[in-house]
């Protein structure tokens, strides 16, 4: 897998966007970029991924620099309850390869303040 | 939005019993996994099923773990011979087709207590 490396945690005041870097550089030409969120021991939540363009949903937008090498997940207008554990994950991929588990981190605190 | 539910939400059992930990994914799923989160740790793979069969297993995966999935809805993992370490969060999670550019879905978890 390749190794991706995110801040600890991080701090973000209620209504502002979150902006949560991710480097992953050693990734592959055909690997994905995933980012899932775990609020307080619940199970992980999917929020969006990507593998070279930019993608938007009603979570988050996906920004992926043009060398692949690191991504920004942006909560556009954070909230108390997006305070969670956000996980950047590279998920393994390639022609004939049968390993489609996620491999978790250690992700980022996201704490968002009132 | 279909859920993945996981039944009990807590297991409370003793040191060398068997626990079996319920699952039922998404209908229309083909893959399934179970994960596990020792407390303050990472979430952790443990094993992956299709078909009926076991696609991939971790090394945490040993001979004291088994999966099944016994009827048409239920994935189940069983422990026979709990120990301590074994306490912690897991989660089931299931997907459509198992390809690389598809979600995983989650349950909200089993917490396993080994006394």
């Known amino acids: 897998d390749a190794k991706t490396t995110q801040p600890p945690s991080m701090d973000c005041a209620e209504g502002r966007a979150a902006n949560l870097p991710c480097n992953h550089s050693t990734i592959s030409g055909n690997e994905y970029v995933y980012w899932y969120r775990q609020i307080h021991s619940q199970g992980p939540q999917y929020i969006i991924h990507?593998?070279?363009n930019n993608e938007t949903n009603e979570m988050a937008s996906l920004i992926i620099t043009e060398d692949r090498k690191s991504s920004t997940l942006i909560l556009p207008h954070a909230t108390l309850r997006d305070t969670a554990v956000y996980y950047c994950i590279v998920r393994v991929a390639g022609e004939g390869s049968n390993d489609y588990k996620l491999s978790f981190g250690a992700g980022t605190t996201v704490t968002v303040r009132a | 939005e279909p859920e993945v539910t996981q039944t009990p939400s807590h297991q409370v059992t003793q040191m060398g019993q068997e626990v079996i930990l319920r699952c039922v994914p998404i209908?229309?799923?083909?893959?399934f996994y179970w994960y596990r989160q020792i407390l303050g740790q990472k979430v952790e793979f443990l094993v992956s099923f299709y078909n009926n069969e076991i696609s991939e297993k971790s090394e945490i995966f040993d001979d004291q773990f088994s999966v099944e999935r016994p009827d048409g809805s239920n994935f189940t993992l069983k422990i026979r011979s709990t120990k301590l370490e074994d306490s912690a969060m897991y989660f089931c999670?299931?997907?459509?087709?198992?390809?690389?550019?598809?979600?995983?879905?989650f349950g909200s978890g089993t917490q396993l207590s080994v006394l």
């Open positions: 209908s229309n799923h083909l893959y």
């Open positions: 990507g593998l070279k």
């Open positions: 999670a299931s997907s459509v087709l198992g390809i690389t550019n598809e979600k995983l879905f």
